[in-house]
């Protein structure tokens, strides 16, 4: 009987789990998402970008784990002087990051990702806009630009986040490549 109550206790907890993991999608996708080969979607990807997101945040080892494919390249630029690059290629490398950052209290809001198609099993993302926020990085959202590649059933598989680049006056960018101003 205590077997079957415990069996009963945890599907019951499994099956509430993903409800707690759904969230609406807050940024905008953009670009060429089809051809995507056999058993892969542009929503994968999209999915793998929250969670990766969310795991930072949390330095959560485990979401990050699920996020990212096995080998894996994540590195982010300088934001301010006082700021490090980062490159983290294992884990271990990015739970540390992850955690240093949440004592800061950071958070990356992504505003848009285009998706620039499949390339085998790889499937393009570039640019990524988002906003970076964070205790030691001064006051209000430092913009950022990023690049990376989606891996079919691995996770993301490169991940590169900068500081946007200034424009100078009068300088404008194409249409096609506008993004969005916090």
Not at 129 to 140: H, K, N, P, V, W
Request: with cysteine; net charge positive.
């Amino acid at each position: 009987m205590h077997r079957l109550f415990c069996t009963a206790v945890g599907l019951h907890v499994l099956a509430l789990c993903p409800l707690t993991a759904q969230q609406p999608q807050s940024w905008k996708v953009r670009g060429d998402t089809t051809g995507a080969p056999a058993g892969c979607s542009a929503s994968a990807g999209i999915a793998a970008m929250n969670l990766f997101v969310d795991a930072m945040r949390n330095a959560d080892s485990a979401g990050l784990t699920r996020a990212v494919a096995r080998r894996f390249s994540f590195n982010i630029g300088k934001f301010t002087p006082a700021d490090t690059f980062v490159v983290a290629k294992t884990i271990p490398e990015l739970l540390r990051f992850a955690r240093t950052r949440a004592r800061q209290h950071e958070r990356l809001t992504i505003q848009a990702v285009t998706f620039n198609g499949w390339r085998g099993q790889g499937l393009g993302l570039g640019p990524i806009y988002f906003l970076r926020t964070a205790d030691d990085l001064g006051d209000g959202p430092r913009v950022g630009i990023g690049k990376g590649v989606y891996l079919c059933g691995q996770g993301i598989g490169r991940l590169g986040l900068a500081p946007r680049p200034k424009l100078a006056r009068g300088q404008r960018m194409r249409a096609d490549q506008a993004y969005p101003v916090p």
